[in-house]
């Protein structure tokens, strides 16, 4: 007599319990934002910031919060790191957003000004990260100096000189049309070393506004004042080679990198012939960590 066995499906296993967020949960997540838009704080130098950072590698529901979070603000997470904190930078509606016209503003009015300062930072950008294997490496820190900028920017002038006289084309537009080579023409007409009595820069040199644009880099983190020399040197943080990353595919710094103007390590600059390339167009207030 053989045994009746009743068979019956396993029991399913309990679905998973939502966690619910808490108002702690959204309150540590806006701080971790918050340290995010400290840009010069070190999560190494700070015990909260480096707890919440673990916490958010850790802990996928708290990062999707914290994302949300930022998110709403605007904001995107280029990266959460170590290394970089919680790196964001303002979406273009963000109230965090910086646009090129307001900084440019809170030195001078006129609006081909404006433009040089935009390109003050594109040739920074470029000159601190010009290969795309630099900006791949997270280990790579690139080192501009303000007097080599300026060189760099110079050099340009001549080589987009030289490539308007090879096409037969105007080598002297108006001023006010701050086309790319007008607007590199103007800066080569400007003074690059012009001084107060007291021996401050001008606002208004070449030197001045490439002067303004590391200030700027270096009070948003982005930047590392190095020495004096060569009108002050800097090195890049992780957050600036995140910044340029972000923004490397842009019409007006492959333009730049394309005129084939390799800066070297010490921040100086040299030409080097250029490949034939597609001419681009540089937006009106085009720069970097700008919107335009």
Request: some cysteine; proline content about 5%.
């Amino acid at each position: 007599m053989s045994e009746h066995v009743e068979w019956s499906e396993p029991e399913a296993a309990p679905a998973p319990v939502a966690t619910a967020v808490t108002p702690a949960d959204a309150a540590d997540a806006a701080r971790l934002v918050a340290f995010g838009l400290q840009p010069k704080l070190q999560p190494a130098r700070d015990q909260e910031y480096g707890d919440l950072l673990r916490r958010y590698r850790e802990d996928p529901a708290f990062a999707r919060l914290a994302d949300a979070v930022a998110t709403g603000l605007g904001l995107v997470v280029l990266e959460v790191s170590p290394r970089a904190g919680m790196a964001v930078t303002a979406a273009e509606d963000s109230v965090f957003a910086v646009r090129m016209g307001d900084y440019a503003r809170r030195t001078s009015a006129d609006s081909v000004d404006r433009f040089l300062h935009g390109l003050a930072h594109l040739a920074v950008a470029a000159m601190a990260f010009p290969r795309p294997e630099d900006l791949a490496d997270d280990g790579y820190i690139g080192r501009v100096s303000v007097n080599g900028v300026d060189s760099f920017v110079r050099q340009a002038c001549r080589r987009l000189e030289e490539r308007a006289e090879e096409q037969g084309e105007n080598t002297d537009p108006a001023t006010d049309a701050p086309g790319l080579e007008a607007a590199w023409r103007i800066w080569a007409r400007r003074s690059s070393t012009g001084a107060t009595k007291d021996a401050r820069r001008l606002a208004g040199s070449t030197t001045g506004i490439v002067g303004k644009a590391v200030g700027f880099l270096t009070d948003s983190g982005f930047l590392q004042r190095t020495g004096d020399d060569n009108g002050g040197t800097y090195r890049t943080t992780a957050r600036y080679q995140l910044q340029v990353r972000d923004m490397a595919g842009s019409a007006a710094m492959a333009e730049l990198l394309d005129l084939g103007i390799v800066p070297v390590t010490d921040g100086t600059a040299s030409l080097l012939p250029p490949d034939d390339t597609d001419d681009l167009e540089l937006v009106a207030d085009a720069g970097l960590p700008f919107h335009s």
